[in-house]
């Protein structure tokens, strides 16, 4: 079917859903709409058989919905109505959680069901609920849906009409689960700040954590700190620091530790807030934002060993099994600043000077990695050299990876990768995806020719030719798409909460195979005839000249876009490349 996709943004499920329906054979564009986005006249234009809208904020205009099928992407269970749909989910202690694919019409929300599906609500943030457990759902909906809609014979339900079960998208056991206001499925409010306010004197450690992570991405938690306002963003419990309600305690890692009724909790990020008219402002590491108004506090070590003592935050870890290494990271976003680079670099060497054959890098779910952090680089006094000195510390990184020649390197993808944390990626033997990872191996859309050495390892899995087009179409891809252009070694079809445990056996499978000695070796010879062909250095000189000239040039595109994306300012009109044939479907 020719199929019309509408979102206010490009954001990681409407790749996602444009991903997996290139996948099955749809002919697909994409428009990126506003309030002052002239709808019909862009339906017409494209003169679509089905639309789908993934992730839209604004109403469908009737002329729109009566002339062609429009199915709305709605992340809540049957029934369920409002904005913030996750919000509630996480806030409320929601066991499972449901999206339902239905029709538009005149009321939000509120058209016949096409499709739904149900999803388990682990304790994460909102953020990486909506990434994983509600993309997965989403998906297996959106693809219901459309296949309903193709056969031309299925007529969608009012939701009035379905019984108890089908109204909520979930089996009884999933509805008892649920509180009375979900089970109902009656309409919420937004979820605004005066819900999410934390009372620090009284809200012990859970309910704490709990508001922090229903607005962890956006829009945090607005605060008073320091005697400023500020939105904090994302949340981990600590059991061991404690003091008076609502004191800072510590700093680790640039997040910052807050005393809780009954313990305490780390914050990593915080951002002031959007003044009206103004630009939206940068969301950064706690102790970068607060600056010179942080008061002398001790830097507590990031425990680097597994998690199994009491409950702490760390954004790097690492342990063992048997012959197997496990090194697991996870920075908000996926965004790596210099810092972040340097640290998992450290912990990488520690790594390698363990008695393992192999080594897995990354692991957890959510994103691998996106890159180098934009944010910070914003932020910082002169962008030019900070993007200088952090794409040099990702280099640093890679080269780490790539000279690893004792042991074989796995990386584990539980979530999406992107730039030069897609090209962190290949620079391992092997790169195992779960099911639902959306690739983005390009740079283009920054506006920069990238590094990471991605000339080397790009062009030696996919071949120049679709190296090219990859780096020129700079459109997303499924972990599928990937495997087969040489990009993804291996596909682990499991929910998100299940992929380290999956990660871990194949690794300890791999690490205790015959073959595994032999591949060593193999693999230490060819890098020795790679680097006689042609040296990393080589190749790493080569990106950086590129790189030096766009980071130093003030009139560079880089630093225009740059500056939206981490702004969020709005796109003016859809970018061109995403109406581009996809890549490998």
Same mark, same amino acid.
């Given at each position: 079917m020719r199929i019309l996709l509408i979102a206010g943004a490009f954001n990681s499920l409407t790749q996602r859903v444009y991903a997996e329906l290139g996948e099955r054979g749809h002919q697909l564009s994409?428009?990126?709409?506003?309030?002052?986005?002239?709808?019909?006249?862009?339906?017409?234009?494209?003169?679509p058989d089905l639309i789908v809208a993934p992730m839209l904020k604004t109403a469908v205009p009737r002329e729109v919905w009566s002339a062609c099928t429009c199915l709305i992407v709605h992340p809540g269970p049957v029934g369920d109505r409002g904005p913030s749909s996750v919000d509630w989910a996480v806030h409320l202690g929601a066991e499972r959680w449901g999206v339902t694919v239905l029709q538009a019409n005149d009321e939000m929300d509120a058209g016949d069901v096409w499709a739904a599906a149900d999803c388990p609500v682990p304790e994460v943030g909102k953020s990486d609920l909506y990434r994983n457990e509600i993309a997965d759902a989403a998906i297996e909906a959106v693809l219901s849906a459309v296949a309903r809609v193709a056969s031309g014979t299925h007529r969608p339900q009012p939701q009035t009409a379905l019984p108890?079960? $089908?109204?909520? #998208? +979930?089996?009884?056991? /999933?509805?008892?689960? +649920? *509180?009375?206001?979900?089970? =109902? @499925?009656?309409?919420?409010?937004? !979820?605004?700040?005066?819900?999410?306010?934390?009372?620090?004197?009284?809200? *012990?450690?859970? =309910?704490?954590?709990?508001?922090?992570?229903? $607005?962890?991405?956006?829009? @945090?938690?607005?605060?008073?700190?320091? #005697?400023?306002?500020w939105h904090l963003h994302g949340g981990h419990p600590e059991a061991t620091l404690t003091g008076r309600p609502g004191e800072l305690l510590a700093t680790r890692c640039g997040a910052i530790c807050r005393a809780t009724a009954d313990g305490a909790v780390w914050i990593p990020e915080l951002r002031p807030p959007r003044a009206p008219g103004e630009p939206g402002t940068l969301k950064l590491p706690a102790t970068l934002a607060l600056g010179d108004r942080l008061p002398p506090l001790p830097e507590v070590p990031a425990p680097l060993g597994p998690g199994d003592g009491p409950r702490t935050w760390s954004d790097i870890r690492y342990r063992e099994d048997g012959a197997a290494g496990f090194l697991e990271f996870s920075f908000p976003g996926g965004a790596m600043s210099t810092g972040h680079c340097r640290r998992l670099l450290a912990a990488y060497r520690h790594a390698c000077a363990r008695p393992t054959s192999v080594l897995v890098l990354g692991g957890r779910r959510d994103f691998f990695s996106n890159g180098i952090h934009l944010h910070v680089i914003e932020a910082a006094a002169d962008p030019a050299e900070e993007s200088w000195a952090n794409i040099n510390a990702m280099d640093d990184l890679v080269h780490a990876v790539l000279t690893t020649t004792d042991r074989l390197v796995v990386a584990a993808l539980g979530g999406n990768a992107a730039a030069g944390g897609a090209m962190l990626a290949l620079a391992a033997d092997e790169v195992w995806c779960r099911s639902a990872v959306v690739l983005n191996p390009h740079y283009r859309l920054m506006g920069l020719y990238g590094s990471e050495y991605w000339t080397y =390892? +790009? *062009?030696?899995?996919?071949?120049?030719?679709?190296? /090219?087009?990859?780096? &020129?179409? $700079?459109?997303?891809?499924? $972990?599928?798409? #990937? &495997?087969?252009? /040489?990009?993804?070694?291996?596909?682990?079809?499991?929910? &998100?909460?299940? !992929? &380290?445990?999956?990660? @871990?056996r194949l690794a300890a499978r791999l690490a205790s195979a015959p073959a595994t000695q032999a591949r060593i070796a193999a693999k230490k010879a060819a890098r020795e005839r790679d680097e006689a062909e042609r040296p990393l250095a080589a190749h790493r000189e080569h990106e950086l000249d590129r790189m030096h000239r766009i980071f130093f040039d003030p009139d560079a595109p880089y630093h225009a876009l740059r500056r939206a994306f981490v702004r969020k300012e709005p796109a003016a009109a859809t970018p061109s490349h995403l109406n581009s044939p996809p890549v490998g479907t």
């Open positions: 994409v428009e990126l709409v506003t309030r002052e986005t002239p709808l019909p006249e862009v339906v017409r234009r494209h003169s108890d079960a $089908a109204r909520t #998208g +979930l089996p009884d056991a /999933g509805r008892a689960a +649920l *509180p009375e206001a979900v089970r =109902t @499925g009656r309409p919420r409010p937004p !979820f605004r700040q005066d819900l999410r306010r934390i009372d620090w004197r009284s809200d *012990p450690t859970d =309910t704490v954590v709990r508001k922090l992570r229903a $607005a962890d991405s956006q829009p @945090g938690v607005r605060d008073e700190l320091l #005697g400023d306002i =390892t +790009l *062009p030696g899995r996919t071949g120049p030719e679709v190296a /090219g087009q990859l780096t &020129a179409r $700079a459109l997303p891809m499924t $972990a599928a798409a #990937g &495997a087969r252009l /040489g990009l993804v070694d291996r596909i682990i079809d499991c929910p &998100a909460q299940d !992929f &380290a445990a999956q990660t @871990g």
